[in-house]
């Protein structure tokens, strides 16, 4: 909060920013179903000012924001320890605290039907891992179910304090000595957040993990909406229905589900181009479902959590 002292900031956050502007100028000459913005914001040290600014005029105007991924601290795979983790990154996705310190009316359909782990950010976080891993060998997303590091925070919060799906990439293993640190060397050790601790291909491999999950969520159909999973009698089979996405180019959905207590989907089936559909011998008390769309390229949505639907 010093305005006067030396604060290079190259780990916290010009790594992040860095990230950004590269993915802003390749991707700026290709083209999306839908828009994607790029934007680097101040004030995040001093009260999210800036994305604060921004998330709320995005609410104000209506804008379907689909997702936002914040880079804040993407500079160096190395700890304290000098432990090398150069394959991976953490993501943090996790909207349900969100939810419950603005009483979103969700919340009671989610306590109702075990969705906890299921809010639209917990879906961002699960789509941005699953497609890192299928587009950027050697990268593994570490998925922890919470909005951001215990106690702190970054810009993403700004979105999901106002019901957006929002998600944070940090580095593996955090040098605090290299953040929020006057530039100065104690007991022979230097300090400072100076661009000699950053690894700029590490940098690199997080922008790649970026660019996998937003192309993939801008060539992808929307989620599909309305889903719901029909509670109209006491059985061992599970139907699910949902609203019909109209995308020009939309050639069906696929059901996922996983078992209650697992982090991402295990099992999958496409179903085609229909509205509702019956999984015989599966049980909605034994497993979370979720359903994608899909288009004609190949491209998935995320998966968007049935809430229980009575006719």
Same mark, same amino acid.
């Given at each position: 909060m010093d305005p006067q002292s030396e604060a290079p900031g190259a780990?916290?956050?010009? #790594? &992040? =920013?860095?990230? =950004? *502007?590269e993915m802003a100028c390749t991707m700026a000459f290709q083209r999306y179903d839908a828009t994607l913005v790029f934007m680097a914001v101040a004030g995040e040290e001093q009260g999210l000012l800036g994305s604060a600014h921004w998330a709320e005029l995005a609410k104000s105007k209506g804008w379907n924001i689909a997702g936002m991924i914040s880079n804040d601290i993407i500079g160096s795979p190395t700890g304290r320890d000098g432990q090398r983790h150069d394959g991976e990154v953490r993501l943090f996705a996790n909207g /349900?605290?969100?939810?419950?310190?603005?009483?979103?009316? !969700?919340? !009671?359909?989610?306590? $109702? #039907?075990?969705?906890?782990?299921? +809010?639209?950010t917990h879906e961002l976080g699960r789509y941005l891992k699953d497609t890192a891993e299928r587009y950027v060998?050697? *990268? +593994? =997303?570490r998925l922890i179910p919470r909005p951001? $590091?215990? /106690?702190? &925070?970054?810009?993403?919060?700004?979105?999901? !304090?106002?019901g957006f799906a929002a998600v944070r990439f940090v580095e593996p293993a955090e040098d605090y000595r290299h953040q929020h640190k006057n530039? +100065?060397?104690v007991n022979g050790v230097q300090e400072g957040d100076l661009p000699q601790f950053v690894d700029f291909?590490?940098?690199?491999k997080v922008a790649r993990v970026n660019a996998a999950g937003l192309a993939s969520l801008a060539l992808a159909p929307a989620a599909p909406r309305e889903v719901g999973i029909e509670v109209v009698q006491l059985e061992n089979d599970t139907t699910l229905r949902w609203r019909a996405n109209d995308e020009p180019d939309l050639v069906g959905y696929r059901i996922v589900w996983r078992e209650v207590g697992a982090p991402t989907w295990q099992y999958s089936r496409d179903v085609g181009n229909v509205t509702r559909v019956t999984l015989k011998g599966i049980s909605k008390d034994d497993y979370i479902f979720g359903v994608v769309a899909l288009d004609r390229d190949g491209n998935a949505s995320p998966a968007a959590f049935p809430r229980p639907w009575r006719p």
């Open positions: 780990d916290d956050d010009a #790594s &992040g =920013v860095a990230a =950004v *502007m /349900l605290p969100a939810l419950i310190a603005s009483k979103s009316p !969700e919340l !009671e359909q989610i306590a $109702r #039907s075990g969705g906890e782990n299921d +809010t639209p060998p050697g *990268m +593994t =997303v951001d $590091r215990f /106690l702190r &925070g970054s810009d993403h919060l700004s979105f999901l !304090e106002r530039v +100065t060397v291909d590490y940098v690199a």
